[in-house]
Structures are given as C-alpha cells and as structure tokens.
C-alpha cells in the first residue's frame, strides 16, 4: 500500500506539488488514492483530497472495518485531527514530519471525546523512499517557502537524509 502512496507522492512532484500521497484501505482492498494538489491551498493535503474521495455522503464505514491510512509524511494537525473524526483504525506513514507532524501529539489533555481515541500508529515504512522524493522535490522547487528556508526542522532532515 505504501508504494502506491508514493506513486501519488511521485505524481504531486511531477506536478511540482509538494510530494505526499495517500491512500486508504481496508485490508487488501484499496478504497481510494490521492496527492496533494494545490501549492497554495492549505486545504488540499493528500489526506484531506484522500478523505473527500472516500467518505463523502453518507458513507457505511464503522470502526470495524479496520480501515488503515497509508501516507509518505506523517499527518499534519488538520488531517490528523480529521482522522481522529472518521472510522480510521491505523495510521501507517512513510517519513516523520519533524516540522508540522502530529501523530504522536499527546492526546491525554483533549477533551473525552478525542482521549478515548485509540489509533495504531506505525512510522517509518519506507521511508527511504518518501525521502528521496522529498531531497528531489527540494532541489527542484521554485516556491518562495522553501527557498527561504521555511520549514527548517523538515528541510534539515531530508538534506541530512539525502547527503548521507
Ligand atoms: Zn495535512
């Protein structure tokens, strides 16, 4: 599953979007695929596009349908709260976010409904992988962010990463 995250991650980079991908299942069943889109639009996360796609309407998932979200880059406040509101019992994601990622944010001050929460989390799958497309879309990219030096944690690791 998480090479098909990162065949959309690729398809973002090609598009000269930020490289994440996303995808959902449930067991070996894929219930939808996406990318990130728009440089400018905070909205259009992979996972939130990816969440659109599969639960818009009144969709028929529970919790018992173990549904897994595969992602190249740990999820952001946004999606990852999002999450927390749809029927998504695991999270698998590629890279770890050192700049804005929010899967292991600390859940025990949240209000009763998010502290009783419980998500599998797994880091760090293929991770390799998530990277290079990260150092490539860093040397490539035009945008004023990241030549600036915006999210320095995120960009600091990847080089590391990448000239290692
Ligand atoms: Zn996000």
Known sequence: MMELALAEARIALEEGVFPVGAVLSAGNRILGRSHKTMISNHLNHAEMNLFHQVFEGD???SRADHLTLYTTLEPCIMC?????HLPIARLVFAMEDTYGGCAHMRLENAPPR?????IEIVGGVLRADACKLFAEFLDTTTEEFWLTGGAQHFQATVKAEAGA
């Open 59 to 61: 969709y028929v998932f």
């Open 80 to 84: 990852f709260g999002t999450m927390l």
């Open 114 to 118: 998010h502290v009783s929460r419980s």
